[in-house]
């Protein structure tokens, strides 16, 4: 992955969020009584981890010209996410998230304004060619005019070389409908993208518990090579086209203290490593480490620990 000419590691375009995280621990949004503020958007995390791990990231989104949308530039810069991609809109609302706080994956109710009016302009050719990792999620493929965004310009980086790379965390709450969400994975999996999945994402797409060999079978027909599925405190499993699928184990995690974006920090660590050139199996432990860092904080990884030391 190494090359010296692209000086973007991981371009994250898609959701840039406020999450009110809900302060009661295991009860549903109906019993949540107050929340906590915290920066979200699952491109985003991956964006401001990145940042942490010492890499260069950039982040392409939509935020409104209010108070919402100066905390969410003051936290990126703060963090040394590159933010000249992002837009400001005045006449609509910073996208926000309310969250209930939970051991499983938590309830949310979405309130989106800004988020997914992402145009061609902010991802010029120019940037895409400065590029190693264009990442994006399927919250930010739900909705136009990001979603044709997104798509037009995921097939200008495929050509120009980029690896891509996909959260898919499909909820029904963000689509008009589950056939209109299938095909717009299926148009991105065709430029091969390294997929992220979790049991969860999984169930709510096809409607059912599917085996996990035919979750793969069903992306690697899509012409991908390498999909990561994510079974929470069961592990992970991840497989590559023509190889024995690898299975590790979750880190045991004692306190579970809130997991809003575990499978961020699993990601993000897993490119970390993935541009870092290790082994396949490397870049899952890794990963595996970042996400059981990230269940024993609430909210996001602690700026005040030195990440790098605990992963390699």
Known sequence: MENSIKNIDILCIGEVLIDFIGHQKDVHI???????RYLGGSPTNVAMNAAR?????????TVGNDGFGEYI???LNQVGVDTNSINKINNKPTSVIFVSRSQNTPDFIPYREADYRISE???PLALLANTKI???????????PAQATILKKAEEAYNLGCQLSIDINYADELWEDKKDALSVIKAYCKFNPLIKISEDDMSRLFERHLPHDEIFEFFHKEGVETICLTL????????????PVIELPAIKVENVMDATGAGDAFWSGFL????????????LKVALKLAALKLQNVG???DNIDILSKLL
């Open 30 to 36: 109906n019993n949540t009584r107050d929340y906590h």
């Open 53 to 61: 791990l010492g890499l260069k990231s950039r982040m392409v989104a």
């Open 73 to 75: 530039y003051e936290r």
């Open 121 to 123: 302009s902010q991802i």
């Open 134 to 144: 264009y990442h994006t999620t399927c919250f930010a493929l739900s909705k136009n």
């Open 232 to 243: 929470g405190s069961k592990g992970v499993k991840l497989s590559q086209k023509h190889q």
């Open 272 to 283: 970390f490593a993935y541009i870092k050139d290790k082994p396949i199996e490397e870049c």
């Open 300 to 302: 996001r990884l602690p």
